[in-house]
């Protein structure tokens, strides 16, 4: 084809996109139906994992919930259950590769396919980098990264013969940026941003445009995952309702949204982030005192607590 062609078409195509995300901003959105599909909620047994498992199942999804807690995880398929849900709460440890595999396939024997998936599950010990033991590290990428792969891995070829699924990244804004005193986070969180966007890219090549993906980059939700955080200025941006930003990632993947940063003045700050001298970044840090946020963390979960996690 005539390269002056090619161009045209390239030009036209390109502002079609813009002009129909400007209307889709506009105009309201319509939901789609989730009813009856199979959706599986990593960390499901509290806080927005909780939360997403009883949101889906009110719009008539049958709920898989894998959490390695099992307490709080048969804690919420009872929740649904008890509101006329279908849930089934399986113990799954998603930084074991064999037990990711070995727990899809039990999911397919007793719900079926997995529709949708929801990689929710994560952890920070809230340490800076020399503090952090070489076990923790390695602990959190395979929790809050490498997991995404092995569960994308067990569901996805079902998803792409079918032409159907959808796929959730719950990340972080520090995949989008970075802050003192949570190494390992931030770039395990690095790593889930970069492989929802690569995976992404993968999808359309392969035109499977019938399987969607939206990724999630909330700010810190009020859940004690961060227990003890602070800014200078706490009342600038206060820490997310774990209600809020739920409902902000129903609306995103109901409407089949890319991706969404929760809240919304966080785009402005990964976008400032990109173009701002380094000296100065560090120098607003330092002003809202985000470089030392995590001095005052306060370890209360039973991993971060857990003595035997040692090198």
């Keep these: ?50 939360l ?52 899809a396939e039990k999911t397919r024997k007793i719900a079926g396919e ?13 340490k800076d980098f020399q503090s952090t033991s070489d076990a923790e590290i390695e602990r959190t990428i395979r929790v809050n990264s490498l997991a995404h792969f092995w569960t994308v891995r067990a569901f996805l070829s079902s998803m792409i013969d079918r032409d159907h699924g959808h796929i959730v990244t719950v990340a972080s804004v520090m995949g989008l940026f ?26 359309q090549s392969k035109k499977s445009y019938g399987v969607n993906t939206t990724l999630v980059c909330p700010y810190h939700i009020d859940t004690g995952m961060f227990k003890g955080l602070t800014l200078r200025f706490p009342d600038l941006i206060p820490p997310l309702k774990p209600e809020e930003c739920v409902e902000r990632v129903m609306h995103a993947v109901l409407t089949n949204q890319k991706m969404i940063a929760v809240p919304r003045a966080m785009y402005l700050a990964y976008n400032a982030a ?24 306060i370890p209360n979960r039973d991993y971060q607590l857990d003595t035997k996690i040692k090198d």
Excluded at 276 to 286: D, F, S
């Design 1 to 50: 084809m005539n390269l002056i062609l090619e161009t045209l078409i390239f030009i036209c195509q390109l502002l079609w996109i813009f002009v129909k995300s400007t209307i889709r901003w506009i105009l309201p959105t319509k939901y789609k139906s989730v009813r009856d599909e199979v959706c599986l909620i990593t960390g499901a047994g509290s806080g927005i994992g909780r």
């Design 52 to 103: 997403m498992a009883m949101e889906f199942s009110k719009r008539g999804a049958t709920m898989v919930l894998w959490d390695i807690n099992e307490s709080g995880n048969e804690e919420t398929a009872d929740m649904i259950k008890r509101r006329g849900g279908k849930a089934y709460a399986m113990t799954c440890d998603v930084s074991d590769r064999e037990d990711v595999y070995k727990m």
């Design 114 to 126: 997995v529709t949708i998936l929801i990689n929710n599950a994560g952890i920070v010990y809230g």
């Design 178 to 203: 970075a802050n003192a005193g949570m190494t390992s986070y931030v770039s395990s969180k690095h790593a889930a941003v970069g492989f929802h966007n690569a995976l992404e890219l993968d999808l």
């Design 274 to 297: 990109t173009w701002m001298p380094q000296q100065a970044l560090v120098l607003l840090g330092n002003f809202l005192g985000s470089d030392q946020a995590m001095d005052s963390f």
